[in-house]
């Protein structure tokens, strides 16, 4: 037999190797994708200690089923390079048998400051079989202590005068010039600012953020971002730029305090490496850190307005005053001052949640000429945001831009902006540290004719990110939910929802159940709630509005809010502390913990707000008389629901039996609440004492509000019986007829439509969703007669209103009020539930609405949970229904149907049969995607 060539024979054995190896390999079912730190997506200079690493699977195979994960393993590297090559040599958690992919822990070596890391993940599937590695990801530590800053604050010498009528300072420039040796391989600019900033290094601006920082008191805290400036740093001489806008920092809630300096302020340092990669001992080749060697001055950039309630104004540009080498190497400092350096004590923590961004460009869609000079435009939506203006005018003339909200007016709430044209007489107006809400501007001192391609729009937000669509055979449905989207998105500005971004610009707590499971539902909201929360707890302590009327400072209370009281009281808004409210509002710091709990599985944010929450409820003990909460506080410190229908006329803030019994139905409703998380996380104490007062209170609440001749609470309105319902206040015997007394408000006494305002509403929409009401629901979203959002529609809204009613005056069409159907297009048109006894979406409930229950044929929607997209499409023809599911790997989805409308169960193998709960069929479906007819 003739020999095989070596070479051939070798070759031969590496292919039988090969195939031998191949043949034995089994492929996972899953990847890890979707990874994240904290929430965010490879985040920049964090401060936290053990960051918290999430992912999500996808499966290998989109038409198999079952997909599971039973077992994880995490690296992290100091180095990408050792990443790639599987070494984990911060930490290597080896295989960990668990499901767990969501908020895991990091246990590895101690986190250095101004340092990088990268990381990945693979997993085990349900056969035990190892996925490939995730894609590497990667976040950055700031700095962990106050110490490590070198920096000081500094500002310009211009002082805002607080007396004035509108601002009197200009956003100030503030540089400083140094040379460098060589070429730097790392050089992260961390920038703390009271005050909006744009940073600038060798003439070039650096980042995308826009009005940067995110919005926190500041009387206790600013919030600093990390920059990455090290390719545009060059060896010999450079220049770091930092421009200031006036902005939060004369906000009347901060500036009360004698401790702070009256203009903007700004703390930046950087340490630069030669190495790219530094060590954890590598010492940096120049530290740059902001003193009074800085230099500053004026820009020709200005607030317009004082940054006040009705007075947020806009910007006056002067064109006479640029200065293009403002913020490069060449400029000539000759006319530049000295940085005054202002001591101040704020605690310096890292902006650990998505930046504002811009969006949605919006180009107008008529302009109306009215003289040779000024034109009206009509930008077709209302909108916050910013805009660009191309300008014809007269030099050293002022051009001025109106923005309204409503069609008759010129302008609303004091919303205008300004430009002085230099020397051509021509420019563009562009806005940079304020922003404008409205839909309608008015232009006045042009000498050329504007044109459409001259006007632009943008919307600006927090850049989260969308988790749902939704779209149905009902286009009345399809724009609310479009329209709640947007006008939920136009009021994200700054890490918290503001209530209105034209008025006030204040983040109020009772305002919050409007909007918050909208969020939750709708946009992945894990970083920017923790945020908020992180605003709550510094608030505490704040007076909420006036206190005692007989106090020697009122006068100057009744201007806003502001003294520290050092107790549990919350503030009605955070981080503003100031504006009106009642203990709905600062409530929200017992519901919000627990509705990120119920959605994202995240038990640290229980943890976190303990303390804040039982502070809380301490402070209301306080003014509890026989069994029952009492009015405290001002004039604005212990509101009810607020703007039901034609509630202006009825008056809303008074000491009615209907405020107290709202007030004390929503304590109880704290209290049943408090006693969950407490009983949770091993307070057993505080889970018994609360749970006990919760009883005591409800039995005081239904002996002085229920009527018993029709079961109703107070004046019988659909507020009061939800919160009464939401709370437990009834007795278990007479829930039932309770609830039939609220079914008869909403569809007998009410026609169908709602009677309640922000907080009853909210409180009612979650009843009837938990109780998996859709009939009501839908009765009241399908209305287009007052009060409704059809009649809005109906009216010429492009977003939601602040009152039910259009017409009267000073109030907002772009508010927080009444969004909260937002959460049920998915959680009941849509069918996708939390599941009453899972958090995180481990496991789920798909209830599509029941036959009858709306006139909608069909409805297609899908929501990014915590474990992956879940989708559900349903159509109804005649008494048939068809229904397409995907369920995503490692979670489980429970199908209720009712009896008429069973499944087969034997179609799929990864379904099956569970006992029937409430009168309804249950399915138990793992993951993968199907689709069933109904049997009748």
Known sequence: MKRLPRHIFMISLLLALVITSFGQTKMSSVIPTRLRCEYLENPQGIDVLQPRLSWILRPVDSVAFGQMQTAYHIIVASDKDLLGKNIGDVWNSKWVNSDQMQLIDYKGRALVSDRTYYWKVQVKDERGNESSWSSAKSWSTGLFTQEEWSAKWIGGEELYDRDAVTNNIADPWFRKSFELDCKPGKASLMVASVGYHEIYVNGERIGDHVLAPAVSDHTKRARYIMYDIASKLVKGKNVIAIWLGTSWSIFPGYILHDDRPLTPIVKAQVSIYEESNPTPNSQPVAKIYTDETWRTKSSPNKLLGKWDFRRMGGELWDARLEDATWNKADCDERQWKAAVVYPTKLILSAQMVEPNRIFDE?????????????????????????????????????????????????????????????????????????????RWITICGLKKALTMDDVRGWMLRTDIKDASSFQSSDTLQNWMYDRIKWTFENLSLGGFIVDCPQRERMGYGGDAHATSETGMFNYHMGAFYTKWMEDWRDVQGTEPMVGDMLD??????????????????????APTVWGGGGPAWGGIVITLPWFMYQHYGDRQ???????????????????????????FGGQWDFLGDWLW????????????????????????????????????IGRQEEAAFWEQ??????????????????????????AYLAAALLADVPPAELRKKVFQRLEKEIMEVRKGHIHAGITGGALLFKLLRDEGRDDLIYAMTSKRTYPSWGYMKDNGATTIWEMWEKDLPGHSLLHSSYLFPGAWFIDGLGGIKRHPNEV?????????????????????????????????????????????????????????????????????????????????????????????QTLN
């Not at 979406?841 to 006139?855: C, N």
């Open 552 to 573: 020697t400072n009122y006068a100057r209370k009744q201007m806003t809010s502001g003294r520290i009281l050092n107790n549990g009281v919350i503030p009605h808004t």
């Open 645 to 680: 229908p034609n509630a202006t006329a009825e008056g809303m803030n008074n000491d009615s039996p209907e405020t107290l019994c709202l007030n004390n139905a929503y304590y109880i409703f704290n209290l049943r609440t408090a006693a969950k998380i407490a009983q949770l």
């Open 693 to 718: 007062k919760a009883g005591v209170a409800a039995k005081a609440v239904h002996k002085m509000f229920y009527n018993e001749t029709d079961h109703s609470y107070v004046n019988g309105s659909m």
């Open 605 to 631: 944010v229980l943890e976190k707000n303990f303390e804040l929450m039982r502070g809380w409820l301490s402070f209301l003990d306080t003014h509890v008389e026989d069994n029952l909460l009492r009015r």
């Open 840 to 932: 995180g979406y481990k496991r789920f409930i798909i209830r599509p609405p029941f036959r009858g229950a709306t006139d909608i044929q069909y409805a297609k929607t899908t929501y990014d949970s915590p474990v992956g997209r879940i989708a559900v499409n349903w159509k109804r023809v005649g008494k048939q229904m068809t229904l397409e599911v995907i369920v995503p790997p490692n979670s489980t989805a429970v199908l209720q149907l009712r009896p008429e409308e069973r499944i087969d169960a034997r179609k799929y193998k990864t379904v099956s049969r569970l006992a029937n709960m409430c009168g309804l069929l249950q399915y138990q479906l793992l993951p993968g995607r199907y689709s069933f």
């Open 362 to 438: 919006i180009r107008p869609v008529y302009i109306e000429k009215r003289n040779d000079s000024t034109y009206r435009v009509d930008m077709g939506v209302n909108f916050a945001g910013w805009t660009r203006i191309r300008v014809n005018g007269t030099p050293g003339d002022t051009i001025t831009f109106q923005f309204s909200e409503r069609k008759q007016d010129e302008m609303t709430f004091g919303i205008h902006s300004a430009y002085i044209p230099n020397h051509t007489g021509k420019g563009i107006f562009v806005n940079r540290f304020n922003y404008s809400s409205g």
